[in-house]
């Protein structure tokens, strides 16, 4: 298994509050993902990051920000959370974005959020 | 616009075989996957296909036809631990992963 950790593993928290959601890895992969899963929705990506300092939006980034200053820490954070920002937060992983790689990305055990 | 449609939920007979169907839609085309994920837990990778045809993979195998743009992935010698959500994603441009909503199989004795 690659070694991804999530923090916290389940919150609960009330609008307007800020909200920090950790992902840590041991691989030394470049990038990093978050995605957020709902109901429906499947699998739906927040933002990416390619490299330390390099982040990039995804489809649903509205709300959410990211930060990366090292290669293995990955956090997310909700400036204010909203009840809409109830979800299970993944973590993932890969090694490289190459077109012609047929690496995946690994996924990290999920933070449950809930915000009443 | 981007898409990726699969059924949300199959039953099945332990020992039996299932199919699970995804069609896409996306901007950009560089690979599909499998991916299956036990409730409350992560997904896991099962498959992956970038060219046309079958991959087989013990009683897991996956086909795509990127001209229909469509995949299957088939389940053989149904367990009651292959009891999960199967999800199909396609890898589009700037190698983003683009998830369906999931297919929830159930397999029964």
């Known amino acids: 298994d690659a070694g991804i950790t999530q923090s916290p593993r389940h919150k609960v928290t009330e609008t307007g509050t800020p909200v920090t959601l950790r992902c840590h890895q041991t691989e030394n992969h470049r990038y990093m993902y978050w995605y957020r899963q709902d109901p429906g929705h499947g699998l739906r990506l927040i933002h990416y990051?390619?490299?330390?300092?390099?982040?990039d939006k995804g489809e649903v980034s509205d709300g959410y920000s990211v930060s990366r200053s090292k290669t293995e820490d990955f956090l997310l954070t909700l400036e204010s959370a909203t009840s809409s920002q109830t979800s299970v937060y993944f973590c993932a992983i890969s090694e490289s974005l190459q077109e012609s790689s047929t690496d995946t990305q690994y996924f990290g055990p999920g933070t449950r959020l809930t915000v009443l | 616009g981007q898409n990726i449609d699969q059924p949300t939920e199959m039953t099945a007979t332990e020992g039996a075989i299932v199919q699970i169907n995804c069609t896409y839609q996306?901007?950009?085309?560089?690979?599909l996957f499998w991916y299956q994920q036990h409730a409350g837990e992560a997904p896991t990778f099962l498959s992956y296909n970038v060219l046309d045809g079958l991959e087989e993979k013990g009683r897991f195998s996956s086909f795509l036809s990127r001209s229909k743009g469509y995949s299957y992935l088939l389940l053989k010698e149904l367990q009651m631990k292959d009891s999960a959500s199967y999800l199909c994603?396609?890898?589009?441009?700037?190698?983003?992963?683009?998830f369906g909503a999931g297919t929830r199989l159930a397999v029964h004795p």
């Open positions: 994603a396609v890898r589009g441009i700037y190698n983003k992963l683009i």
């Open positions: 990051s390619y490299g330390v300092k390099d982040t």
């Open positions: 996306t901007s950009g085309f560089n690979g």
